[in-house]
């Protein structure tokens, strides 16, 4: 169970970086992305990565 636990919550937490990047406007990848400046999209993201971080940290707790 720890091993995707991991991976899901990797994944969780650098989608949601790159959403608080894309929603501040520090990253402005893909150029053409709706989410760019958006600051709502930087609040999902900060949601996915609190989410993705509680998986991690669960994963790791797992493992004794």
Do not use: E
Not at 32 to 61: C, E, H, K, N, T
Request: no cysteine.
């Amino acid at each position: 169970m720890r091993t995707p636990l991991l991976t899901i919550g990797m994944l969780a937490l650098l989608i949601g970086l790159l959403w608080i990047g894309q929603g501040t406007g520090y990253v402005r990848w893909p150029q053409s992305s709706f989410m760019i400046d958006q600051i709502s999209w930087a609040w999902y993201g900060g949601g996915l990565s609190l989410v993705g971080l509680v998986l991690v940290v669960l994963a790791y707790r797992g493992k004794s």
